[in-house]
């Protein structure tokens, strides 16, 4: 079995993107989606800035 290590990303490696970054409202498609924090049972609330939906979602 060969041996394998870990190194750090290249300088030029761009840097990660969080889940917010590319979340969408399901219900108007807009990307202004707020989020609170997390509860006791590990979801998180989730709303949207432009239709006002919201909900726990376990992420």
């Not at 300088?11 to 990660?16: M, Y």
């Amino acid at each position: 079995m060969s041996e394998t290590t870990c190194s750090p990303p290249p300088d030029s490696a761009p840097a990660p993107q969080s889940i917010y970054a590319w979340l969408s409202c399901p219900a108007c498609g807009s990307r202004e989606v707020l989020r609170g924090p997390r509860a006791a049972d590990g979801t998180v609330e989730i709303s949207c800035k432009d239709c006002g939906l919201t909900g726990q979602y376990g992420l």
